[in-house]
């Protein structure tokens, strides 16, 4: 059976090459957190989440750092015990605070989906797949006319997105397809 363009890129993107990774995450180091890129890296992971390569879509290239929450308390004086800085444990992974940075970057524009591309040793680099919802070419298609509903906006801050309901722990809900999945309602926390 003849395979298409896109199983041969999903099939590069499970080795990428260590040489051209290192020469594009020096590039995206030196670039802002939040930069606005031409097309997608990832065409075939792209594709699959809905992006279209007509107007009213936008691709941004988001850069995060890496590793836990604990965070230096700065200017405490007296006491160290009762001034500690706890382990901060986020409750959200690091590709729901992509979407959420990009979402709050531009403000115009609603979340549709995310995707990871890449991770050094300092970063993780995401590129987060955004809808302008006020463009006829968005309204008119039936595949992308309910992110224009308002029922639909600030999707990312709201934990709607495929990134943020992976994280609440929404993702295997009822018993009965699963016996083993925990029964879980609206969150891991009200659960």
């Known amino acids: 059976m003849v395979k ?32 606005k890129v031409d097309k997608p890296l990832r065409l075939d992971r792209a594709r699959a989440l809905g992006y279209k390569a007509k107007k009213g879509f936008v691709i941004l290239r988001v850069r995060l750092n890496r590793g836990g929450r604990k965070r230096p308390r700065a200017g405490v004086k007296g006491r160290t015990t009762r001034k500690q800085t706890i382990r901060k444990t986020l409750s959200m992974n690091y590709r729901w605070v992509a979407e959420i940075r990009a979402a709050r970057k531009y403000k115009n524009l609603e979340v549709l989906n995310s995707y990871n591309i890449g991770k050094d040793g300092k970063h993780y680099f995401y590129e987060v797949i955004m809808v302008d919802a006020s463009k006829p070419e968005i309204k008119k298609d039936r595949t992308t006319s309910w992110i224009a509903n308002g029922k639909n906006s600030k999707r990312a801050e709201r934990g709607l997105t495929s990134a943020a309901k992976k994280s609440r722990g929404l993702r295997n809900r009822s018993p009965t397809k699963k016996p083993h999945a925990i029964k879980k309602t609206s969150s891991r926390r009200s659960w």
């Open 4 to 35: 298409g363009l896109y199983h041969y890129l999903r099939d590069a993107w499970k080795k990428p090459s260590k040489e051209i990774s290192r020469e594009r995450m020096i590039a995206w180091r030196a670039s802002n957190a939040i930069e």
